[in-house]
């Protein structure tokens, strides 16, 4: 059952809201547009506001239901961070577009609101703190994400938890490696 469960995040983590919202709002490819990639800022950027936030709201749902499934289904917390590890992946490398996905803070996002609200929060007041101070909401995010696997640390949270997390973290920084490096040479010129 778990193993299925793990399986059904993946592929609830292939349907790709942006691409969706770009056929409904435009009949075009996503991916041939922009900046090609299948994610809420790339569908902002081509569909303005209601593009973003249909997509941004469409991502978070994903990582949402799927830990809520988890949790509703009496999994153990390592389970729940399995299937959000699922979605997520499914979510950057879905089979349903030839592996070429998104960049997963949404679903990510979405998905540890629902594991576990006070490590979030935590993680929303290092974000915020970050983004007054850097002025880059890719910097911002990427090293507040960064800082999860340690407030789980910090909150008492066993240590094969903390490396699952730590997973999830992996997943996005891997995935936003080309605007991590893009960023960092701007910042340092």
Known sequence: ??????????????IMTAYMVMRLMKGEDIRKRGSGNVGARNAG??????????????????GMVV?????YLDFSFEVQILSLIA????????????FK??????????GLVVLAYQPFLV????????????RSFTLAGMT?????????????????????IFIVIALLLYAHRDNLKEKLVKKNK
Request: with cysteine; aromatic share 16%.
């Open 1 to 14: 059952m778990i193993y299925f469960y793990v399986l059904i995040s993946y592929f609830i983590g292939t």
């Open 45 to 62: 950027r081509l569909l303005g506001k209601k593009g973003f936030l249909v997509t941004a709201i469409g991502d978070v749902l994903k």
């Open 67 to 71: 830990v809520a499934g988890a949790k």
């Open 87 to 98: 979605v997520i992946v499914g979510h950057i490398w879905p089979i349903t577009l030839k």
């Open 101 to 110: 996905g998104g960049k997963g803070i949404a679903t990510a996002a979405g």
């Open 123 to 134: 993680f929303a007041g290092i974000f915020l703190l970050l983004l007054a101070t850097l």
């Open 144 to 164: 507040a994400f960064v800082t999860v696997p340690f407030i789980y640390w910090f909150m008492d949270y066993s240590n094969r938890e903390c490396i699952l």
